[in-house]
């Protein structure tokens, strides 16, 4: 059997993957996964009196993060959720704010139709019907699956193409039948394998997170890494929320996020006064070499230049120029250092000899 591990983490902020990566150590498990970026925003961790206040505090916070995020900002946005209880409440806050929800499920003429499609058992079949449906129906739920029928056919599929194939593909696709766009609020579960540009992770509490259904040492482990799925569904925004009561019970903050590392923003770096300056800046030779050095590594191995080496250790290289093993592992780590240090010490060392 080979292993291959995946450690880098190109789609989250460092901040989300560092709270991600709390929750999914308390496994007790090794997490190797690390962030390719290097700035975000920080995570933040909001408490409310209860499921009401709440909901309320997500529209708030929806309406705040709208301006900034484009001419369509609902769709960048997420609310999830461990339970289907816990939707209605929020999407009835949303609502009553003026904030468009996006269902998942495809209304009951959609179903319909897609049982219809269902039923072709060739693709020969699949295709007549939908090419008939859209010439013939009058119904607009009909003609929609037809089309998307043809767009599941224009695709190249694996296997036998017949009507429960389709069937299939439009069950996780669903979210090309909603009828109009919107914020999501949908279950952790339904969650996987998509991503948002901010997402809000409600009802962190005790018997929700981890559920109360996990009563075994396995059903906890895998209830702690639907919590780190949740997490990582962001990529710039991440809020996580809990309510001191819930259902008219007092509810305590899930211990999964107990001193979650929530990150800050950078500070910005005034420039040294030139009088204390006294080691000379890198050469732009030195950054160009470094660069060439990781894309030509990266390609060889198949992966991104700034998996090789971030913009944030390059940038300590050129501060720090370091010229031993020890000074390598000081930037990279000490397992990184292995791989990288002869090639490291080598370009600097070349720099510094041609520029003396």
């Known amino acids: 059997t080979t292993v291959l591990t995946l450690p880098n983490n190109y789609r989250c902020s460092p901040h989300i993957v560092a709270a991600a990566r709390h929750v999914a150590e308390q496994t007790k498990e090794p997490v190797h996964i690390r962030a390719t970026r290097t700035t975000g925003d920080p ?113 190249d599929h694996p296997g036998v193409i017949d009507g429960r194939a389709f069937s299939a593909w439009a069950a996780t696709n669903a979210n090309t039948l909603a009828v109009s766009g919107g914020v999501e609020i949908l279950t952790f579960h339904a969650a996987k394998g998509r991503e948002w540009n901010f997402v809000v992770v409600a009802g962190a509490e005790s018997g929700l997170l981890p559920h109360a259904s996990a009563k075994t040492a396995q059903q906890k482990s895998e209830e702690t890494r639907l919590a780190y799925v949740a997490l990582t569904r962001a990529s710039e925004q991440l809020v996580v929320t809990w309510a001191h009561s819930r259902n008219g019970r007092k509810s305590t903050r899930s211990h ?21 300056v006294t080691v000379a800046s890198p050469s ?63 370009i600097v060392t070349n720099s510094l000899a041609a520029n003396n």
């Not at 999964?256 to 204390?276: D, F, W």
């Not at 720090?320 to 990184?336: H, K, Q, Y």
């Open 256 to 276: 999964l996020i107990e001193n979650l590392p929530l990150g800050s923003k950078p500070k910005p770096v005034s420039p040294p006064a030139r009088e204390t």
């Open 284 to 346: 732009e030779e030195l950054r160009e070499a470094l660069i060439s050095w990781r894309t030509i590594r990266a390609k060889a191995l198949f992966m991104q230049p700034t998996s090789i080496c971030s913009d944030e250790e390059l940038q300590l290289v050129l501060q720090n120029l370091p010229r031993t093993e020890a000074d390598v592992a000081e930037i990279f780590g000490s397992m990184t250092s292995l791989k990288v240090a002869d090639d490291i010490i080598s």
């Open 43 to 155: 995570v933040r961790v909001i408490s409310f009196d209860d499921e009401d206040a709440e909901a309320k505090g997500i529209t708030d916070l929806l309406w705040s993060y709208a301006p900034t995020a484009g001419p369509s900002p609902w769709e960048s946005v997420a609310i999830l959720v461990r339970t289907n209880n816990q939707a209605a409440v929020i999407a009835e806050a949303m609502k009553s704010a003026g904030i468009p929800v996006k269902t998942t499920r495809p209304p009951a003429g959609i179903s319909a139709a897609i049982a219809l499609a269902a039923e072709n058992t060739s693709r020969h079949t699949l295709a007549a019907w939908a090419s008939d449906t859209i010439e013939e129906s009058l119904e607009d739920s009909e003609r929609a699956v037809a089309g998307l029928v043809k767009t599941f056919l224009a695709e």
